[in-house]
């Protein structure tokens, strides 16, 4: 299992879009991942679920990676997160 601090780096958020990136980055993997704000934990690869954080600029959420293949997981998502969720 790894887990990770990942912050929300693009002034509007979390929103559709980036949450469909989000899912399908997370769906790529055969690991559970799992995101946590405040008392919420989600799964990463529910784009709904990932909306329902409500997740705004600054925001941290709290990434679990847990499978065969975690550390390429966790390390593809700091990645969609450092890069604002552009391609």
Request: net charge neutral.
């Amino acid at each position: 299992m790894i887990t990770k601090d990942l912050e929300v780096l693009t002034r509007a958020g979390i929103h559709a879009r980036p949450a469909s990136e989000i899912a399908k980055t997370a769906s790529s993997f055969r690991s559970d991942i799992f995101f946590e704000k405040e008392n919420m934990r989600i799964n990463a690869k529910s784009i709904m679920g990932i909306i329902t954080l409500g997740a705004t600029y600054r925001t941290r959420i709290h990434c679990t990676c847990t499978g065969p293949d975690e550390e390429e997981a966790m390390a593809a998502l700091t990645s969609l997160f450092e890069r604002r969720f552009e391609q």
